[in-house]
């Protein structure tokens, strides 16, 4: 097994500056506006961009959830290993808000339906968007693109993107791995 450094901490804050700024020109003051990070992973980038907005450009208030996706998925029953379903923390309303999901790798689509669906337990959105550190573009199995992305990569079937972050893994580091 092969490993190639994609991203570099450098680069992934230079991105995830960038992924803030691109949410403050669509949302502007946050107040219509709420964050979910898809767990599990999803709620690193979903801290990071937060700690962003308040800290770099003064975004006084931004209401950030936690969604478990792990029951809403097509593909839970499917499988032998036994699931082990992470926390959902929404404490806010999402109904008639803008929803902005967050996620590190959108790979075939299917986390993102299965949010559209969890989601709904806590209201209808006016609108749902997407923003991904990664986007494996040719890798869709659902027509389901990002609205803000930090690359887009070209892995093969073989190829997985790991997302490493500090807070978890001790560094940020984006690795396309080579089984």
């Given at each position: ?5 994609l ?8 991105i ?20 979910i990070?898809?767990?599990p ?11 962003l907005?308040?800290e ?5 208030e931004i ?7 792990t029951?809403?998925?097509?593909d ?11 926390k959902?923390?929404?404490d ?17 689509g ?21 923003l991904?550190?990664?986007?494996r573009?040719?890798?869709r199995?659902?027509?389901?693109q ?6 887009q ?8 993107v ?14 396309l791995?080579?089984s």
């Amino acid at each position: 097994m092969s490993q190639k450094v994609l991203l570099n901490a450098t680069e992934i804050n230079i991105i995830l500056n960038r992924l803030a700024c691109q949410l403050i020109e669509n949302h502007l003051d946050f107040k219509e506006t709420v964050l979910i990070g898809i767990q599990p992973r999803g709620v690193y980038l979903a801290e990071r961009i937060k700690k962003l907005l308040i800290e770099e450009y003064a975004i006084e208030e931004i209401r950030l959830g936690y969604l478990d996706i792990t029951f809403y998925r097509d593909d839970f029953r499917r499988t032998e290993k036994t699931l082990e379903a992470n926390k959902t923390k929404i404490d806010f309303v999402v109904e008639k808000k803008k929803v902005v999901f967050i996620d590190d790798v959108l790979y075939t689509g299917r986390s993102i339906n299965a949010a559209l669906t969890a989601v709904q337990s806590f209201g209808r959105p006016e609108e749902v968007e997407l923003l991904c550190l990664i986007d494996r573009r040719f890798s869709r199995h659902l027509p389901i693109q990002p609205d803000y992305k930090g690359r887009q990569v070209d892995a093969i079937n073989e190829e997985k993107v790991k997302v490493c972050w500090k807070e978890n893994e001790g560094e940020d580091t984006v690795y396309l791995v080579k089984s």
